[in-house]
């Protein structure tokens, strides 16, 4: 099954937002996914480098860097030492296994631009992630999000205040 594209107007406003957030996101999946099974040379290929990620059709751009044995968020506006570029149903198969690397290279679908010897690095660790793993570090993410947030203490201030106003006698309106 292939994604449909998403909406332009919706890749218009996502191009716009700050990308520092998603690419944060990234880094904590990839650090969770990974784990130690990056081999030594990967790591020592890695150390202080960046890459990018970009999705064309939603007009996303992650940039991650790996420091001291983990990934972080990069600067987006900086140049990143290797870029893949692939739409986002691309991406998606690529995820889920769907559809072979390799293949998808030499159809143009995905793209390295840069340093190639680091593009393939990043896509044999990307390869070497199983899918339960993706799955459990993106539903901890999920999870710490929601822990972190500051809308859930903030919704209980404004329900208690509404509950100290009701019990006032005042009628809400």
Request: charge should be positive; include cysteine; hydrophobic fraction near 45%.
């Amino acid at each position: 099954m292939r994604l449909p594209a998403p909406p332009r107007i919706l890749a218009a406003a996502l191009e716009r937002l700050p990308q520092r957030p998603p690419s944060a996101a990234l880094a904590l999946a990839l650090n969770r996914a990974l784990g130690r099974v990056l081999p030594r040379g990967a790591i020592e290929l890695l150390q202080g480098r960046s890459v990018r990620l970009c999705v064309r059709d939603a007009g996303i751009t992650l940039t991650v860097r790996y420091l001291d044995g983990h990934f972080v968020a990069g600067d987006s506006r900086a140049g990143a030492d290797v870029e893949i570029e692939a739409d986002l149903a691309t991406f998606a198969a690529l995820a889920l296994r769907q559809e072979d690397p390799d293949t998808m290279f030499f159809e143009r679908r995905l793209q390295f631009t840069g340093d190639t010897e680091l593009g393939l690095v990043v896509k044999n660790a990307l390869d070497a992630i199983s899918l339960p793993a993706m799955t459990s570090a993106l539903s901890a993410i999920a999870s710490l999000d929601r822990k972190m947030s500051p809308v859930p203490a903030a919704a209980m201030r404004a329900d208690r205040m509404r509950l100290a106003w009701d019990s006032e006698g005042t009628k809400r309106r």
